[in-house]
């Protein structure tokens, strides 16, 4: 059974940082992407980050470029997002997802993967 558990999400001020952890398991492909998407009230799911297991590459959309890096444990099945430099504008809820297929190439969206946590909230506010 294949299971994504977010954490660390909370509330930040205005130019803080925050670490998001998405947990994996249940798969043991080759070839597979973890991406982390976000939510903000009224707005469509948006995809930010993506790490492919193919070939250890990293994506992220303009909006976080920069700011956000993805990273994995492998000996932990774990998918990190370190997001510094943070705005209101980045507050949402934010969902990691696994692609278990495509061959592990990373796409931004979200109808594309199979698999999705429970989303942890991330509010950046003073």
């Known amino acids: 059974q294949v299971q994504l558990v977010e954490s660390g999400g909370g509330l930040v001020q205005p130019g803080g940082s925050l670490r998001l952890s998405c947990a994996y398991s249940?798969?043991?492909?080759?070839?597979?992407?973890i991406g982390w998407f976000r939510q903000a009230p009224g707005k469509e799911r948006e995809g930010i980050a993506c790490f492919s297991n193919r070939d250890r590459s990293t994506y992220y959309t303009d909006s976080v470029k920069g700011r956000f890096t993805i990273s994995r444990d492998n000996a932990k099945s774990t998918v990190f997002l370190e997001m510094n430099s943070l705005n209101p504008e980045d507050t949402a809820v934010y969902f990691c997802a696994a692609r278990l297929t495509g061959w592990g190439s990373c796409v931004f969206v979200s109808y594309q993967y199979d698999y999705w946590g429970q989303g942890t909230q991330v509010t950046v506010s003073s």
């Open positions: 249940g798969f043991t492909l080759e070839y597979y992407a």
